[in-house]
């Protein structure tokens, strides 16, 4: 009995979430991303998010953050987030009120609904904010956003 | 006992062994984590050493075109006059190699936020001028306030390893960093091969752990199919199987040995039937276990009607000992044994007792001893315990098991002794005289063991072998005539019986096989002995009366089962020419039998002088060692 429970506390140790010999699997760029975006997302809103995500929505479908839902259409969500990859579907949510939000630099900076960016440069994670766009939106962000936010 | 301190062994040979193995294995586990870490850290030195002393004299290039700078015009400077940002971003190019993959110049804005100010990087990659870059750890302010160039790991990329800053100080202020990230391939490449590593330990655990589980379940059922190995199915007690593995490990000096054999067993069987037989067995050994000491005493089933009991010794003495078999002793004789739904009997046992096994050299010679005073217990008169002293027996007597093993081994043999017609003194008959060959060859008389297999089923087994032996003899001589000694058990055996009933229907065989009985209370008082002397007879066998004239002599006896011929008992003849009495008692026997029509043999003739005696006497036929010591034929 002392060996099996042995065994299974090293098993346990080696294939835990965290700890000293943890075997642990990293998030990949798009979960990476996913994460990110979902806190933007329920930072700026401060309250449930409901996000209609253009292009792939795989790693979002799997955060299961509490008060985040992947809305069906733009009219349900009251946050977008539009990948690179599905820059032609944005047409569908051209009218919605919701905030705005991408990945792609050229979008953001072709389209000024879009109020925030998030982008990887010298392979680090980056976040801008348009201080014109945020008030065009009457969009506040909390304190701790104060160093993404350019005067643009 | 025995079968948990054998499993316990073995359990604690696998169970260190695999903790051992685990132990191992977590071990490894965490040294390919330093492992790593001191790869990764050599590694790093070798491929940043050279890079941190260019990166330190770049740094003082840049410092050198912007020297006349204060701290806060130099940004400025850089800014506005793109000649300089060339030739900043020139020196900066010179780092790009496989292994530094970014470098450029950042500077704090007023806000705290870091800032572009030059980057050497190809077009795409390129920032522009005030471009906001966003910092991942507050540790980028360092060099800011130290003045020293740091190294930062990277957490957030696969493609970074380590980041080096190094501060341009202006005028004792530090205006600007100059970074440069590495992306060294092989710290990736170990740890992919360290990863893979560990899980070929997690999976070598993952087969132990699995290899343990099923080393558990095979010694569940071992300890299984051990227990219906060493348990007799109907006492339910351990077997002999049990003392044979046990034997090895024991202790002489824990135990005290008996050995207990149930009285007059066979005549239970044979009244009231093998079913009746068990049932006694089966309740006098939950009586006796009733009894023992858990834990510490050992009840065995020996074999048939005989138990081994294992005492273990207290204190070295042997007081608990012998309460302890008194007690058992006790409670056999007051149990009331049930052997039907109706009816009821008692029974007793006979114990011999060997209290100091450690005198000798091992368990089967000091069994052996217990076995010598069980035979005493059984000769004294049953229902006893008898204690071994060392004057009771020679303990060159042949035991009941090594009967057994003679008889099973087919080192049971015959030598026969001729008898002479007293007048012709031609050989007129042998007698048929039973022997065991040693293991070691040499021939062991009847004396040392005939008495040892009295009153069990081995007297009855070793008849069977006589009877068969002189079967052979006379079927392949047709002109020898042979006598075989039968005990009294044989009269009333079966299977005894049957055999001489088959050989008297073949031609002249039972004319040619005296069967010699040796005169005894047994046969005189029981009657059923007596009728199948008279079957014998009837079916053409000669009668003898062996050793007549020693012990019980009833010339009464000798009418009843009309015996053919007297064998006059050797002690007798032996001092015929030295005592008077012996001599007057032979001449009577000889007078008597001559009267009675029955013929006589002189046994132990072993001189001239004592045959010519003996033909004086009229005697018939001689035997002894005058004519022929005895013989294989």
Same mark, same amino acid.
Not at chain 2, 102 to 120: N, S, V
Not at chain 2, 279 to 284: A, G, Y
Not at chain 2, 342 to 348: D, K, L, N, S, W
Not at chain 2, 521 to 536: C, R
């Given at each position: 009995?002392?060996?099996?429970?042995?065994?299974?506390? !090293?098993?346990?140790?080696?294939?835990?979430?965290?700890?000293?010999?943890?075997?642990?699997?990293?998030?990949?760029?798009?979960?990476?991303? *996913?994460?990110?975006?979902?806190?933007?997302?329920?930072?700026?809103?401060?309250?449930?998010?409901?996000?209609? /995500?253009?292009?792939?929505?795989?790693?979002?479908?799997? !955060?299961?953050?509490?008060?985040?839902?992947?809305?069906?259409?733009?009219?349900?969500?009251?946050?977008?987030?539009?990948?690179?990859?599905? /820059?032609?579907?944005?047409?569908?949510?051209?009218?919605?009120?919701?905030?705005?939000?991408?990945?792609?630099?050229?979008?953001?900076?072709?389209?000024?609904?879009?109020?925030?960016?998030?982008?990887?440069?010298?392979?680090?994670?980056?976040?801008?904010?348009?201080?014109?766009?945020?008030?065009?939106?009457?969009?506040?962000?909390?304190?701790?956003?104060?160093?993404?936010?350019?005067?643009? | 006992?025995?079968?948990?301190?054998?499993?316990?062994?073995?359990?604690?040979?696998?169970?260190?062994?695999?903790?051992? +193995?685990?132990?191992?294995?977590?071990?490894?586990?965490?040294?390919?984590?330093?492992?790593?870490?001191?790869?990764?850290?050599?590694?790093?030195?070798?491929?940043?050493?050279?890079?941190?002393?260019?990166?330190?004299?770049?740094?003082?290039?840049?410092?050198?075109?912007?020297?006349?700078?204060?701290?806060?015009?130099?940004?400025?400077?850089?800014?506005?006059?793109?000649?300089?940002?060339?030739?900043?971003?020139?020196?900066?190019?010179?780092?790009?190699?496989?292994?530094?993959?970014?470098?450029?110049?950042?500077?704090?804005?007023?806000?705290?936020?870091?800032?572009?100010?030059?980057?050497?990087?190809?077009?795409?990659?390129?920032?522009?001028?005030?471009?906001?870059?966003?910092?991942?750890?507050?540790?980028?302010?360092?060099?800011?306030?130290?003045?020293?160039?740091?190294? !930062?790991?990277?957490?957030?990329?696969?493609?970074?390893?380590?980041?080096?800053?190094?501060?341009?100080?202006?005028?004792?202020? /530090?205006?600007?960093?100059?970074?440069?990230?590495?992306?060294?391939?092989?710290?990736?490449?170990?740890?992919?091969?360290?990863?893979?590593?560990?899980?070929?330990?997690?999976?070598?655990?993952?087969?132990? +752990?699995?290899?343990?589980?099923?080393?558990?379940?095979?010694?569940?059922?071992?300890?299984?199919?051990?227990?219906?190995?060493?348990?007799?199915?109907?006492?339910?007690?351990?077997?002999?199987?049990?003392?044979?593995?046990?034997?090895?490990?024991?202790?002489?000096?824990?135990?005290?040995?008996?050995?207990?054999?149930? #009285?007059?067993?066979?005549?239970?069987?044979?009244?009231?039937?093998?079913?009746?037989?068990?049932?006694? !067995?089966?309740?006098?050994?939950?009586?006796?276990?009733?009894?023992?000491?858990?834990?510490?005493?050992?009840?065995?089933?020996?074999?048939?009607?005989?138990?081994?009991?294992?005492?273990?010794?207290?204190? =070295?003495?042997?007081?608990?000992?012998?309460?302890? +078999? #008194?007690?058992?002793?006790?409670?056999?004789?007051?149990?009331?044994?049930?052997?039907?739904?109706?009816?009821?009997?008692?029974?007793?046992?006979?114990?011999?007792?060997? +209290?100091?096994?450690?005198?000798?050299?091992?368990?089967?010679?000091?069994?052996?001893?217990?076995?010598?005073?069980?035979?005493?217990?059984?000769?004294?008169?049953?229902?006893?315990? =008898?204690?071994?002293?060392?004057?009771?027996?020679?303990?060159?007597?042949?035991?009941?098991?090594?009967?057994?093993?003679?008889?099973?081994?087919?080192?049971?043999?015959?030598?026969?002794?001729?008898?002479?017609?007293?007048?012709?003194?031609?050989?007129?008959?042998?007698?048929?005289?039973?022997?065991?060959?040693?293991?070691?060859?040499?021939?062991?008389?009847?004396?040392?063991?005939?008495?040892?297999?009295?009153?069990?089923?081995?007297?009855?087994?070793?008849?069977?072998?006589?009877?068969?032996?002189?079967?052979?003899?006379?079927?392949?001589?047709?002109?020898?005539?042979?006598?075989?000694?039968?005990?009294?058990?044989?009269?009333?055996?079966?299977?005894?019986?049957?055999?001489?009933?088959?050989?008297?229907?073949?031609?002249?065989?039972?004319?040619?096989?005296?069967?010699?009985?040796?005169?005894?209370?047994?046969?005189?008082?029981?009657?059923?002995?007596?009728?199948?002397?008279?079957?014998?007879?009837?079916?053409?066998?000669?009668?003898?009366?062996?050793?007549?004239?020693?012990?019980?002599?009833?010339?009464?006896?000798? *009418?009843?089962?009309?015996?053919?011929?007297?064998?006059?008992?050797?002690?007798?003849?032996?001092?015929?020419?030295?005592?008077?009495?012996?001599?007057?008692?032979?001449?009577?026997?000889?007078?008597?039998?001559?009267?009675?029509?029955?013929?006589?043999?002189?046994?132990? /003739?072993?001189?001239?002088?004592?045959?010519?005696?003996?033909?004086?006497?009229?005697?018939?036929?001689?035997?002894?060692?005058?004519?022929?010591?005895?013989?294989?034929?």
């Amino acid at each position: 009995m002392k060996i099996i429970t042995l065994c299974i506390l !090293l098993v346990s140790l080696l294939t835990a979430q965290d700890g000293p010999f943890t075997l642990r699997k990293k998030d990949t760029i798009g979960e990476l991303e *996913a994460k990110i975006v979902a806190q933007i997302a329920a930072d700026i809103l401060n309250k449930d998010v409901n996000i209609y /995500v253009v292009g792939e929505q795989k790693d979002f479908m799997t !955060l299961g953050m509490n008060g985040f839902r992947i809305a069906k259409n733009c009219k349900e969500a009251n946050f977008i987030f539009v990948s690179k990859q599905s /820059v032609d579907d944005m047409e569908l949510c051209e009218n919605s009120r919701a905030i705005h939000f991408t990945n792609s630099r050229e979008l953001f900076n072709k389209n000024r609904d879009f109020v925030g960016l998030f982008y990887w440069f010298k392979s680090r994670p980056n976040i801008t904010f348009s201080s014109k766009r945020l008030e065009s939106k009457l969009t506040m962000l909390p304190k701790s956003y104060e160093q993404f936010i350019e005067e643009f | 006992m025995i079968q948990t301190k054998l499993l316990t062994k073995k359990s604690i040979i696998i169970g260190t062994t695999i903790l051992f +193995l685990v132990f191992l294995l977590a071990s490894l586990y965490v040294s390919t984590i330093k492992l790593q870490q001191n790869l990764e850290k050599k590694i790093f030195e070798t491929s940043t050493n050279d890079t941190t002393s260019i990166a330190r004299n770049i740094s003082k290039e840049i410092y050198r075109l912007t020297a006349q700078y204060g701290a806060r015009e130099v940004i400025q400077n850089i800014k506005s006059n793109t000649a300089l940002q060339k030739e900043i971003e020139e020196k900066l190019s010179l780092f790009l190699t496989k292994d530094i993959k970014y470098a450029y110049l950042l500077y704090r804005d007023r806000k705290g936020i870091f800032r572009f100010l030059a980057d050497a990087s190809k077009q795409s990659e390129k920032a522009f001028i005030d471009q906001k870059f966003d910092i991942d750890s507050v540790l980028w302010n360092k060099p800011f306030n130290t003045k020293e160039p740091i190294f !930062l790991e990277n957490r957030v990329s696969k493609e970074l390893s380590v980041t080096y800053l190094v501060p341009i100080v202006h005028k004792n202020i /530090v205006s600007m960093i100059l970074v440069v990230d590495f992306s060294i391939k092989r710290v990736d490449d170990i740890e992919d091969i360290m990863k893979k590593i560990r899980y070929g330990i997690l999976l070598l655990a993952l087969a132990i +752990l699995g290899f343990a589980i099923f080393a558990l379940f095979q010694a569940l059922r071992y300890q299984r199919s051990k227990k219906d190995v060493y348990i007799d199915r109907l006492t339910k007690i351990y077997n002999k199987n049990y003392l044979l593995d046990y034997e090895p490990y024991m202790n002489l000096h824990d135990y005290i040995i008996c050995a207990i054999d149930i #009285d007059h067993f066979k005549k239970i069987n044979d009244t009231y039937g093998h079913a009746a037989g068990d049932r006694v !067995l089966e309740r006098l050994a939950s009586v006796m276990f009733i009894e023992t000491r858990k834990n510490r005493d050992i009840l065995i089933r020996y074999g048939g009607e005989e138990f081994c009991l294992l005492i273990k010794k207290e204190r =070295e003495s042997d007081a608990v000992g012998l309460n302890l +078999l #008194d007690r058992i002793f006790t409670k056999v004789a007051q149990e009331v044994f049930e052997i039907s739904e109706y009816e009821r009997i008692g029974v007793t046992i006979s114990i011999g007792v060997n +209290l100091n096994p450690e005198n000798q050299r091992d368990f089967t010679t000091a069994f052996k001893l217990a076995d010598i005073a069980l035979y005493n217990a059984k000769n004294g008169g049953r229902n006893r315990i =008898e204690i071994y002293a060392e004057s009771i027996e020679d303990s060159s007597f042949l035991t009941i098991n090594e009967i057994k093993d003679a008889i099973y081994d087919g080192r049971l043999m015959c030598l026969f002794q001729p008898i002479v017609d007293t007048k012709t003194q031609k050989v007129v008959h042998h007698e048929a005289l039973v022997r065991i060959r040693a293991k070691d060859g040499t021939i062991i008389t009847p004396d040392k063991f005939l008495s040892v297999t009295k009153g069990t089923f081995i007297a009855r087994n070793l008849t069977k072998e006589v009877l068969d032996i002189c079967y052979k003899k006379l079927f392949l001589d047709k002109s020898l005539s042979l006598s075989v000694n039968l005990n009294p058990q044989d009269l009333t055996s079966e299977t005894i019986l049957e055999i001489l009933k088959m050989y008297a229907k073949i031609d002249t065989f039972s004319q040619r096989l005296g069967l010699e009985i040796l005169e005894s209370e047994e046969i005189v008082n029981y009657e059923e002995a007596q009728q199948n002397i008279l079957m014998l007879k009837s079916l053409g066998y000669q009668i003898y009366i062996d050793d007549f004239g020693s012990g019980y002599s009833n010339f009464i006896y000798l *009418a009843q089962i009309n015996a053919d011929v007297i064998k006059i008992d050797g002690s007798i003849i032996k001092n015929i020419l030295t005592d008077k009495l012996s001599y007057l008692v032979a001449k009577n026997i000889i007078s008597f039998a001559k009267e009675a029509n029955i013929k006589t043999i002189a046994e132990f /003739v072993s001189s001239k002088e004592i045959y010519e005696a003996l033909r004086g006497l009229g005697v018939d036929k001689c035997q002894g060692y005058y004519f022929s010591s005895p013989k294989e034929l």
